[in-house]
Nanobody
Framework: QVHLVESGGGSVQAGGSLRLSCEAS????????MGWFRQAPGKEREGVAAIEPDGSATYIDSVKGRFTISKDNTKNILYLAMKSLKPEDTAMYYC??????????????????WGQGTQVTVSS
C-alpha cells in the first residue's frame, strides 16, 4: 500500500510558477513509478509527467520545457515544478504510483494509488 498526499497548488497569473509536492508513505516508495496527472472540468484525466525508479522522466508535449518532475527518495517526496504556466494548465493535479511504468498522456485507469489532488488555477 502507498499513501499519497499532495500539496502546493494555488492560483497564479499566466507566466507564473508553482511547485507541487506529493508525500508518499507506506510501501517502498523508491521502487515505484510515480506520475502527475491532471483533470480539468469537463475533460478527461491525463498523465502529465512520470518518473521511473531509475530517475528517468517523461512528459507530454504540452508541458515539455515548462514542467519538471523530480523525487527525493530520502524524504519520500515527489515534486512537479511548473513554470511559464498557462490558463490551459488549470486543473486538479493528482500524484499517482504504480509498480509498472506510468505513461504520460494515458488516463491512468489501472493505476492503484492516488492522492486526493491539489488545485492549480492559472488566470490570464
Amino acid at each position: 500500500q502507498v499513501h499519497l498526499v499532495e500539496s502546493g497548488g494555488g492560483s497564479v497569473q499566466a507566466g507564473g510558477s508553482l511547485r507541487l509536492s506529493c508525500e508518499a508513505s507506506g510501501s517502498k516508495y523508491s521502487g515505484y513509478s510515480m506520475g502527475w496527472f491532471r483533470q480539468a472540468p469537463g475533460k478527461e484525466r491525463e498523465g502529465v509527467a512520470a518518473i521511473e525508479p531509475d530517475g528517468s522522466a517523461t512528459y507530454i508535449d504540452s508541458v515539455k520545457g515548462r514542467f519538471t518532475i523530480s523525487k527525493d527518495n530520502t524524504k519520500n517526496i515527489l515534486y512537479l515544478a511548473m513554470k511559464s504556466l498557462k490558463p490551459e494548465d488549470t486543473a486538479m493535479y493528482y500524484c499517482a504510483a504504480d509498480i509498472v511504468s506510468i505513461e504520460p498522456g494515458s488516463f491512468g485507469l489501472s493505476i492503484p494509488y492516488w492522492g486526493q489532488g491539489t488545485q492549480v488555477t492559472v488566470s490570464s
